[in-house]
């Protein structure tokens, strides 16, 4: 199972129930809605993404395939901006 946790490097500053990040490395800027910024908060320690979308579910009125498929395409944009670290659990 892989498990997503943030890349620490970035800097990040919350505006209203909104984040917005700067990776000084690679001299990018994104924002984070507050859906994002909720999922961003759970990956301060690894995590993988059953447990996220347990916790989305949790929080927010959403069906189960939606939720996975949501979290699964932002991990990945996440992915792919490194701006989280993958793991694979022991």
Request: aromatic content about 6%; charged content about 20%.
């Amino acid at each position: 199972m892989l498990l997503y946790s943030q890349q620490k490097s970035l800097s990040v500053a919350p505006m209203g129930d909104e984040l917005v990040m700067m990776d000084m490395s690679q001299g990018q800027y994104v924002g984070l809605d507050a859906t994002a910024t909720h999922i961003w908060g759970l990956l301060a320690s690894p995590v993988g993404v059953d447990e996220l979308v347990i916790q989305l579910m949790l929080k927010f009125d959403v069906q189960e395939n939606d939720c996975r498929r949501d979290v699964e395409s932002f991990l990945q944009q996440l992915v792919d901006r490194k701006l989280v670290e993958v793991n694979t659990a022991a």
